[in-house]
């Protein structure tokens, strides 16, 4: 009998094997660890164990686009923010453009 829950680990696995691409150590360090973790918890056989663990792997994919989108914010952040002054805008400087 196959498991109900199948798709969904599936699904977990490779939405996380894709978010693990841009990881700070390296998508390879990525994908070592969550192929050792998935096949840890391989022989697992409890369907309300089995939810816990998915839950655990969503939680983690949340925690990785947080960090994704805060590394995101932080270099648009020096772009527009002079490095020696914390806080305030480059409003004194004007764009070789326009000036």
């Not at 699904?11 to 070592?32: A, C």
């Not at 994704?68 to 952040?77: E, G, I, N, Q």
């Not at 772009?79 to 020696?84: D, L, M, Q, V």
Request: net charge positive; glycine share 8%.
């Amino acid at each position: 009998m196959a498991n109900p829950l199948r798709g969904e680990v599936v699904q977990l696995y490779k939405n996380l094997l894709y978010l693990g691409r841009e990881y700070p150590k390296g998508g390879d360090y990525f994908r070592d660890r969550l192929r050792s973790a998935f096949s840890k918890n391989k022989s697992v056989q409890d369907q309300e164990q089995i939810k816990a663990l998915i839950a655990r792997g969503e939680f983690v994919a949340r925690e990785l686009e947080a960090l994704y989108f805060l590394r995101k914010y932080r270099a648009m952040k020096k772009r527009y923010y002079e490095e020696g002054v914390k806080g305030s805008p480059n409003l004194g400087r004007c764009l070789p453009a326009l000036c």
